[in-house]
């Protein structure tokens, strides 16, 4: 959980960076918690992200795209067995007129690629942790 409710930790594992080397990412403070907030602009637009809810295992959030793109996300963790299960949970709409609809299957295409490769990294980026932690 610290690795998503701590916004400065993202950069450790976000693929966004990566994918958009044109993004810059502003943290407000407080960083983590029930009000962390991050802004974010790029090329291809801009952003903001604010967690709106902790509990145990959910980590809740929205996003404004653009000014005008309204997402409302969630992080649920699951335990199996001695593992964590992470998943993300996306919805939004899309409220440009005429091309919306081809904007909203481009935009769930890209948003479901990249959350998956993210929640990858993050997998990776705890299980390397954990390793070190044991050395």
């Known amino acids: 959980m610290p690795y998503i409710t701590d916004l400065s930790n993202w950069r450790?594992?976000?693929p966004w960076e990566k994918l958009d080397p044109s993004i810059?990412?502003?943290?407000?403070?407080?960083?983590?918690?029930?009000?962390?907030?991050?802004f974010w602009q790029s090329k291809w637009g801009t952003g903001e992200m604010t967690i709106t809810s902790i509990t145990d295992s959910s980590i809740n959030f929205n996003i404004l795209f653009n000014?005008?793109?309204i997402v409302s996300g969630s992080f649920t963790f699951t335990q199996a067995q001695a593992h964590t299960i992470v998943s993300c949970k996306l919805i939004g709409e899309v409220t440009t007129p005429i091309l919306g609809g081809y904007l909203a299957l481009f935009s769930q295409y890209i948003l479901n690629n990249t959350v998956a490769l993210g929640?990858?990294?993050?997998?990776?980026?705890?299980?390397?942790?954990?390793?070190?932690?044991?050395?």
């Open 24 to 38: 810059q990412f502003e943290i407000a403070k407080p960083s983590s918690g029930v009000g962390a907030h991050q």
């Open 67 to 69: 000014n005008e793109h």
């Open 12 to 14: 450790t594992w976000s």
């Open 119 to 135: 929640l990858n990294n993050l997998s990776t980026t705890v299980q390397l942790k954990i390793k070190d932690d044991r050395n």
